[in-house]
């Protein structure tokens, strides 16, 4: 259902977990999010309300080739790690990832207090995200968000029925 009137953030389903095939999955840790533009049936752009606990990641270090990206962290602090080293970022700051610029980044987790903040990013059809440090890359289709190894090989995602 798409709602329409203001609600708080915190009506919208908590979602958790990662969307990633393994070995990349067991990575990220707790990774919590509310997709806020979702509860409202946008398709343009993304909107998300997400949190990490001590020590877990956002995801992992990727550049987007179609897909502009913003971070504001709300409370407690993050590592943006990107191609020019590693920043801290506290509640306050942002930070944004033009689509195209091969600027790789994640957000890490290394205090000692769980940290909110919103990603905010455009859907541009025909997106892939690449991840220079692994095997990995995702393809934007029109059945959704494919993870394949570079050489294009489709990984395995939970749920896959064995092949063979």
Known sequence: MIHQGAIAATDVELQSGSPYPEPFHSRLGNHNWRALGDHFGLT????????????????VRHWHTDNDEMVYVLAGELTVCTNDGESILTAGMCIGFKAGTRNAH???????????????????????????????????????????????????????????
Do not use: C
């Open 44 to 59: 343009q752009f993304g909107f998300h309300l997400e949190s990490l606990d001590p020590g877990d990641q956002s995801s």
């Open 106 to 164: 994640n957000l890490l987790n290394r205090s000692a207090a769980p940290a909110s903040f919103i990603v905010a990013g455009s859907r541009v059809s025909g997106d892939t995200a690449f991840y220079p440090d692994d095997d990995l890359a995702w393809f934007a289709t029109e059945a959704g968000w494919i993870p394949t190894h570079k050489d294009g090989r489709a990984y395995p995602m939970p749920g896959d029925a064995p092949a063979g």
